[in-house]
């Protein structure tokens, strides 16, 4: 593996052990998706209370970057979130069998699940609307989860 390194892949040995590779994607994982998961929760939650504009400032204000990450990241989350279901399962199932609590990644895939049945979820990266915002998208989720008589 590492004759990869520098061609376009950044190769991090992780020793010989098996199943260090794979610990590592759960890790890594539970922490990128995973905030997406919580990120799109929390948004989702000040959409419905009415709080969007002032969570928006408030973010630019203190975290700042964090809601950079979101505005880039979030728009995009529905293409690949179905796919996402099944990996927060397994890392909730990684962390509950070393004595972590599992229920954070079960609730990241019940949104992922949320958010691969909105209409969002049945673009193409080639189809996707890359003009369609951090807020048209909170807003879209928001409104698909009323039409689904979950709000």
Excluded at 38 to 63: C, K, P, V, Y
Aim: hydrophobic share 45%; net charge negative; aromatic share 6%.
């Amino acid at each position: 593996m590492l004759e990869l390194d520098g061609k376009g892949i950044k190769v991090r040995p992780l020793g010989g052990e098996i199943g260090r590779a794979s610990a590592m994607k759960m890790c890594y994982a539970a922490l990128t998706k995973g905030s997406q998961a919580l990120w799109i929760t929390l948004l989702i939650a000040a959409e419905i209370m009415g709080l969007s504009e002032e969570l928006r400032l408030e973010l630019l204000g203190s975290r700042s970057a964090v809601y950079k990450d979101m505005e880039r990241q979030i728009p995009g989350v529905a293409i690949k979130s179905r796919r996402w279901v099944g990996e927060m399962k397994e890392i909730a199932s990684t962390f509950e069998n070393i004595g972590l609590p599992a229920d954070f990644h079960l609730a990241a895939a019940e949104i992922f699940n949320f958010v691969g049945h909105t209409p969002l979820a049945e673009e193409m990266p080639e189809t996707l609307d890359t003009t369609c915002t951090l807020m048209e998208t909170i807003d879209l989720f928001a409104k698909w989860l009323k039409e689904m008589g979950l709000h």
